[in-house]
């Protein structure tokens, strides 16, 4: 049971380099979301997306954009990386809204040196 | 301030039950959920409940929910080591999920 699945695990960039996370989910999910979880904090929803072609900006979209072409893949992109970007991502979905229980990936750490 | 509140830290020895308590601010929160975080990984969905429910219990889970005060509290009977983590109370708030910060749960032999 795949889930949903992130790639990479890791990664480390240099500022103003740019990267994409990966997320892919196989449960046929409409709504799928992007968090981004800093120590000692609860999540922050960074971006979402209720559909193929249809995104929106969460609480803390600056530097970064999204896409959704497919049902299944949502992935996050950092342009100009920053080290205020550093941080746990987390890919989820749920089935229909936001009230519906969500799925998570197992995050990419990601370090902007 | 956060909307949705929890204490940091527990400590429980193994054996023993844990509580673990939440606050919310939106009255109008339709579900309202706990989730496990364990080191490094994902947030893992243990229960969750209705807000016309008082009360939902899940083998060793119990979730207790008092609307009036906007308290939230998971009980885990019979803690074991392998319930160690971080514990995440999350409603669903104006269309998003609204996370708290985290409760790290440690059990002691």
């Known amino acids: 049971n795949a889930g949903v699945t992130q790639t990479p695990k890791f990664r480390i960039l240099k500022i103003g380099q740019s990267m994409t996370l990966q997320c892919t989910q196989d449960?046929?999910?409409?709504?799928m979301y992007w968090y981004r979880q800093d120590p000692g904090m609860g999540l922050k929803l960074i971006y979402y997306?209720?559909?193929?072609?249809?995104?929106d900006k969460g609480e803390v979209p600056n530097g970064y954009n999204v896409s959704r072409s497919t049902t299944e893949d949502f992935p996050l992109r950092l342009e100009l990386a920053a080290p205020s970007q550093t941080s746990v991502y987390f890919c989820?979905?749920?089935?229909?809204?936001?009230?519906?229980?969500?799925?998570f990936g197992d995050g990419t750490r990601l370090s902007i040196l | 301030g956060e909307d949705v509140e929890q204490s940091l830290f527990l400590s429980v020895r193994e054996g023993d039950s844990s509580v673990i308590n939440c606050t919310y601010t939106?009255?109008?929160?339709?579900?309202l959920y706990w989730y496990k975080q364990e080191p490094g990984a994902g947030l893992q969905l243990l229960t969750y409940?209705?807000?016309?429910?008082d009360m939902k219990q899940d083998q060793r889970l119990t979730v207790l929910l008092n609307k009036k005060d906007k308290h939230l509290s998971l009980r885990i009977a019979d803690t074991q080591t392998g319930d160690s983590a971080i514990y995440f109370c999350?409603?669903?708030?104006?269309?998003?999920?609204?996370f708290g910060a985290g409760t790290q749960v440690v059990v002691t032999p």
């Open positions: 989820a979905s749920s089935q229909a809204d936001f009230n519906q229980p969500q799925h």
């Open positions: 449960m046929n999910h409409n709504y």
């Open positions: 997306s209720v559909g193929a072609g249809i995104t």
């Open positions: 939106d009255s109008s929160s339709t579900y």
């Open positions: 409940i209705f807000s016309n429910m």
């Open positions: 999350a409603e669903s708030s104006w269309g998003k999920l609204q």
